[in-house]
Structure formats: structure tokens, C-alpha cells
T-cell receptor, first 111, second 113 residues
Framework: RKEVEQDPGPFNVPEGATVAFNCTYS??????FFWYRQDCRKEPKLLMS???SGNEDGRFTAQLNRASQYISLLIRDSKLSDSATYLC????????????FGTGTKLQVIP | SQTIHQWPATLVQPVGSPLSLECTVE??????LYWYRQAAGRGLQLLFY??????ISSEVPQNLSASRPQDRQFILSSKKLLLSDSGFYLC????????????FGSGTRLTVV
């Protein structure tokens, strides 16, 4: 089983739709969780951290389910500019110096 | 504020030639530094990371090497490039433990011909 798994997609959704991605992780002791966004041929950029109680930033909501070992990202009212690949990132243990990246879920928002 | 610089943005090199990619961070001290490679259509592969000057951890066997001659400088090198070294190389930094996420440089797109 991969340490971090994501559905590669693509998810093709119309403008204004709500879309959700899940990401599963294998290590139950994982400490920190993030969502990154990567535009085509660009570097990944931090979208948001994922907190235990869940957190929201505008149209984006991140959730953590420790019991089932997954995190989710919900995007409401999708915009064309949301089209990108979304990377799930997990820090496996406290004090660890590196994180593990998922291979990403591609989102295409259609006019 | 902290910034990370990576250059060059694109590079075309013949097989067997040497490589040197440089990354520098400003506005912080003692950062953790990372080199990643992303092959076309693939995920991010961690190549090296460093928690301090002269301290390099290698994640995968390869013909690449890394050095950290100064606190905020990280260099990726190769003596002889292979075709399989083509890819998108990304430098990143984090403030110590990886609990805070990474910030990436803008990347170098390397094509070995």
C-alpha cells in the first residue's frame, strides 16, 4: 500500500459546482497534513494546512478523519482558475524532517 | 519575508555533460532544504534533503549529488548526465521540522539530449 494515495482524476466539473477530493494515508501516527496546488509546469504551492477540527478558507474546506486515515478537500462554487492538480501531503511523524507527497488529483473546471 | 530562488529556469544539456543547479533562501536561518524531481506526468520524488551545512541525506541511488556549502545555499550536481535525468527539479525549504509545510522554488526544467 502506498504511503499516500490519491485518485489521479481528472475530475471534470462545470463552473459553480462543488467538488471533493479524498486522500488516504497509511501511517496512523501521521502528524501534519497539507493540501498543495500545482498548476501546469509550475511549482507546487501550499493551499492550506489541515487541522484536526477541520478548517475553511473561503471556498475551500479541509477535513481530517483520523479513524479512517484520510483527508479531504472540498471546493465550493468552482472557478475556471481552480483548474490545477491538487497534491495531498503528509508528515509521517513528529520531528520528521520530510513529508510524503501524493501523486495528485487533477481538476478541470469547464465553462 | 522569506524567499527562495532557483536557477536556471530551463536547461538543455547533452548526455554526459555536467550539471549544477543552485538554490538560495533569504530571510531565514538554518532552514531545512530539499531537492525534488518531477518526471513528466509523475509525482514528486525526493532526491536529497539537508538539515544543516554539510549535512546531506540521499533518498534514492542515482548519479546526482547535493551539497550545502552555506546555511542558505543548496546545490544539485552531476558529473555526467543521463537521458533519464530529464525532469522538473524543484528546491524547497521548511523552517525546521516538516510540520509547517514546504515552500518551493520556481523550478528548473532540465532536458538531457
Amino acid at each position: 500500500r502506498k504511503e499516500v494515495e490519491q485518485d489521479p482524476g481528472p475530475f471534470n466539473v462545470p463552473e459553480g459546482a462543488t467538488v471533493a477530493f479524498n486522500c488516504t494515508y497509511s501511517n496512523s501516527a501521521s502528524q501534519s497534513f497539507f493540501w498543495y496546488r500545482q498548476d501546469c509546469r509550475k511549482e507546487p504551492k501550499l493551499l492550506m494546512s489541515v487541522y484536526s477540527s477541520g478548517n475553511e478558507d473561503g471556498r475551500f474546506t479541509a477535513q481530517l478523519n483520523r479513524a479512517s486515515q484520510y483527508i479531504s478537500l472540498l471546493i465550493r462554487d468552482s472557478k475556471l482558475s481552480d483548474s490545477a492538480t491538487y497534491l495531498c501531503v503528509v508528515n509521517m511523524k513528529r520531528g520528521y524532517q520530510k513529508v510524503t507527497f501524493g501523486t495528485g488529483t487533477k481538476l478541470q473546471v469547464i465553462p | 519575508s522569506q524567499t527562495i530562488h532557483q536557477w536556471p529556469a530551463t536547461l538543455v544539456q547533452p548526455v554526459g555533460s555536467p550539471l549544477s543547479l543552485e538554490c538560495t533562501v533569504e530571510g531565514t536561518s538554518n532552514p531545512n532544504l530539499y531537492w525534488y524531481r518531477q518526471a513528466a506526468g509523475r509525482g514528486l520524488q525526493l532526491l536529497f534533503y539537508s538539515v544543516g551545512i554539510g549535512q546531506i541525506s540521499s533518498e534514492v541511488p542515482q548519479n546526482l549529488s547535493a551539497s550545502r556549502p552555506q546555511d542558505r545555499q543548496f546545490i544539485l550536481s552531476s558529473k555526467k548526465l543521463l537521458l533519464s535525468d530529464s525532469g522538473f527539479y524543484l528546491c524547497a525549504w521548511s523552517p525546521g521540522e516538516a510540520n509547517y509545510g514546504y515552500t518551493f522554488g520556481s523550478g528548473t526544467r532540465l532536458t538531457v539530449v
